[in-house]
Every structure is written in structure tokens, then in C-alpha cells.
């Protein structure tokens, strides 16, 4: 999921492991020599580990072999993007070391997705629901998250709450990231939400050409309002998001 320099020959490296969940290891001497682990380390490579337990919560990486890769995906800007973000929230939204062999699906299917059909707002969004109800999370989009009450005009998204808000409850919701949300959003959410897989997923978004935007802004805040910060990868979708606009 990520690597970063430690010492001077060192490499600390987060990894998603089928049998721990998310662990933190140390790749000694990844940086001087480039044999031990070559490619085995970065984002879009499957690999199959060794690790010890090293001191504190630190593992201690002792080999790591490519199992499968979808690197050639790297040469587009958007796929990296689109990968990293997907890398982030399974970092941000679930717990350390607590195994999730659905997580770890579920990043391979996003890797085949990216590699199969290009970037897609809509497998995103489908990665976001499933994490989210992975993490316990999973936002209301059937009914409201207060009450329980069926969903009309004047709804709103307050994910601080937890999803879709009734008229009446939303009179009370002040949380940062409220926003309106309306019957076409809320549709496209809960197509995704049922779609089998992530390739039928991405055919939603042919069918609500208007709705993306207001369901990514719901969903991204209610990620933003789990995690309590913003996520670095999604400053950078922005800004391509931005860069491609002024083309
Ligand atoms: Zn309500």
C-alpha cells in the first residue's frame, strides 16, 4: 500500500495481508539493494510475504515475490489515481491488523476493473459502499438514518449521521459536510449498492449522467467525516479532475 524511506537502507512498508489485515513492516536493506524485493513493493503488485514480528507493532519483512501485477496500468495518470485512492481508504477506514479477506478482494477486483475498463466514477463509488459497510458504516440510502421514515423531497446527506436524512430530521442536522440529496443521487447510490460486481456497477453510470457529482460529494463526505481528515489521494484527483477541465 505504501513505502517510505527509513534510515539510510531501510524501507517502511504498509502492507494488506490476507492473514493480518494491514500490518506496518520493515524492509531492511530495500534501499541499498534493489534485488531483495525487486518490484514486489509498490502499489498495483499482489506479492506473497514473509514476515516476523519485529519490535512494537513493527513487523519485520523478509522476502516478497510478485504473484501478480497490473502495473501497466501505471503509465495512466488517472488509473494511479483512481488505485491510490482505493489503496488509502482500505489504510484509513479499517483497523489494523484485523484480517479481511473480502478487503483484499476487493483491491484485486478494483485493479482488474481499472485494468479491464479504464477508470470509473461509478466502481468508486461501489469500492466506497463496500468498504464502508466493511467498516461498519455503511451509509442509509433506503430510508432515513433517524427515523427510519420513508425519504421525499427535501432530504439531505449528513454523514455525520450516518446517510440520507427525512425533511423533518434535517431540520436538525448542522454537522459539517450536510448537503442536499435528492432522488436522482440517491438512485444512482443504491444501483451501485446493488450491483453484483464491479463491472456491472459500471454500467450505472450510463443511466444517471446527472447524478455522479452530487452522489460523489455525499459519499466523499462521508468518508472525510470517518477518517477526520482529507485523503491525500483525493487532493489529487482534484486537481486532474481541475487539469483535464482546462484542456
Ligand atoms: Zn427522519
Not at 52 to 78: P, Q, Y
Not at 168 to 175: E, I, Q
Not at 197 to 204: Q, Y
Amino acid at each position: 500500500m505504501r513505502a517510505t524511506p527509513l534510515r539510510e537502507s531501510d524501507l517502511l512498508v504498509v502492507l494488506y495481508t490476507e492473514e493480518y489485515g494491514r500490518v506496518s513492516a520493515v524492509a531492511r536493506g530495500a534501499r541499498r539493494s534493489q534485488r531483495r524485493f525487486v518490484g514486489a513493493l509498490q502499489l498495483l503488485v499482489l506479492s506473497r510475504v514473509q514476515l516476523s514480528r519485529g519490535r512494537g507493532e513493527l513487523w519485520n519483512l523478509e522476502s516478497a515475490e510478485i504473484e501478480r501485477e497490473w502495473t501497466h496500468l501505471a503509465s495512466d495518470v488517472v488509473s494511479v489515481a483512481h488505485a491510490s485512492y482505493v489503496v488509502e481508504l482500505v489504510g484509513s477506514l479499517l483497523p489494523a491488523e484485523v484480517p479481511d479477506v473480502q478487503a483484499l478482494q476487493l483491491v484485486c477486483a478494483a485493479w482488474d476493473s481499472l485494468a479491464d475498463g479504464g477508470p470509473s466514477a461509478a466502481v468508486l463509488r461501489a469500492i466506497e459502499l463496500m468498504l464502508l459497510d466493511l467498516a461498519g458504516h455503511r451509509p442509509a440510502l433506503d430510508s432515513c438514518a433517524a427515523c427510519g421514515s420513508e425519504l421525499s423531497a427535501g432530504s439531505v446527506f449528513d454523514p455525520g449521521r450516518g446517510g440520507a436524512m427525512c425533511r423533518s430530521c434535517a431540520a436538525t442536522s448542522r454537522s459539517a459536510g450536510v448537503q442536499s440529496f435528492g432522488e436522482g443521487p440517491r438512485a444512482y447510490l443504491k444501483a451501485i449498492a446493488e450491483s453484483e460486481s464491479l463491472a456491472a456497477a459500471r454500467e450505472v453510470d450510463a443511466r444517471f449522467p446527472d447524478d455522479k457529482r452530487a452522489a460523489r460529494d455525499a459519499m466523499l463526505a462521508m468518508v472525510t467525516a470517518l477518517v477526520g481528515r482529507p485523503l491525500r489521494s483525493l487532493e489529487y484527483l482534484a486537481k486532474l479532475a481541475a487539469a483535464s477541465k482546462g484542456r
